[in-house]
């Protein structure tokens, strides 16, 4: 977990890359597991963040890959 709050940010910003880049991966994919592993990988990071801004109030950025879903 991070130890301040720019690492917070820091982390942040990587579980977002994530997002983004299984985001993209499940509109490419086709075969449903692969969607399903995709949507699972997104859903984990969101909850990184969650805790993150749990744990460091003074986090109060928000981007729209904090609460993207594909419904």
């Keep these: 977990m991070a130890e301040n ?3 917070a940010r820091k982390a942040i910003e990587g579980q977002r890359a994530a997002i ?3 985001i ?4 490419r994919y086709q075969h449903p597991d692969d969607k399903m ?3 699972k990988t997104i ?3 969101q909850e990184q963040i969650r ?6 109030p003074g986090l109060d950025s ?3 890959e904090d609460s ?3 419904r």
């Design 5 to 7: 709050l720019a690492q």
């Design 20 to 22: 983004r880049e299984h």
């Design 24 to 27: 993209s991966k499940y509109h």
């Design 37 to 39: 592993t995709a949507w």
């Design 43 to 45: 859903q984990n990071a």
């Design 51 to 56: 805790k993150l801004k749990r744990r460091y």
């Design 62 to 64: 928000y981007s729209s």
């Design 68 to 70: 993207w879903s594909p």
